[in-house]
């Protein structure tokens, strides 16, 4: 059951890109991202009120407990906001799938921290993730962005690493708190630290160097996919057997949504390259969830 919801994570992940490409072209970045923090929260906030009125504030009423959902919601803030920036300037062909680096730095922290094991199968699967990772970043070069002249592509790796950290952290919290229950607080948490920051650089009027901010609905979609992402990722996760290096290199499967977009919509180049990276991608993940069934 694991996998499923880990496969329908990585669909709605896909999306979610999609939506943050459409929304952030030619918009003020930070302005995006707050929305998208309000949207999240607003969509968990029943979890939270509902707790409210029975008089339970969340993981046991603790608030040490509190202070590690706050370092979640950090944590996930900083990848985001390194992301969105990466996301807007650079393809989507090649953002996306530098995000399929998570799984690796995910598999070392999962084997070094809680003993995870992999079978012949998953090592396959995720070696076959790595080099697909080491193709496409070749294939940004041909286009102009390397890590040594694009701050975007050190802004995306950034955020891989952030994200790795958070599915590893994941693993942790879910060993003592109910999955809605941290994604609704983590939410909650990220909209008032994001609010607190986008005040203070409105103040200083540094929010506005990303530019005009403009409506577009795909902003309220990104919350929606992500939303719907996030619980079927906590669930899997705190499902008995589930095993956090494999649920992360599922997820990235979410390249394969995005991935099209680009090349469809988007008119993205070196298509041939890039189709020869994808299914370097796709028969990791094949072999991944063979290894796990």
Known sequence: MWIILALLSALCLGCYDISKKVSLKGNNVLAVLFLNTLFCSLLMSPVIVGGAVKGDFGMGNDLAAHGLILLKALIVLTSWMLGYFSIKHLPLTIASPIAASRPVMVLVGAMVIFGERLNLWQWAGVLLGFFSLFFITRIGRKEGFTLRNSRWLWMSVGAAVMGA?????????LRSFEPLQVQAWYSLYQFLVMGSVLAVLMKTRRGESGGRFVWRWPILLISV?????DIAYFHALALPGSMIAVVSMIRRGSVIVSFFYGVV?????DVKAKVIDLSILLLGLMMLVIGSC
């Open 265 to 269: 919509a988007l008119g993205e180049r």
């Open 225 to 229: 996919f992500l939303t719907v992402a």
């Open 165 to 173: 950290v958070s599915a590893l952290y994941d693993k942790y919290l």
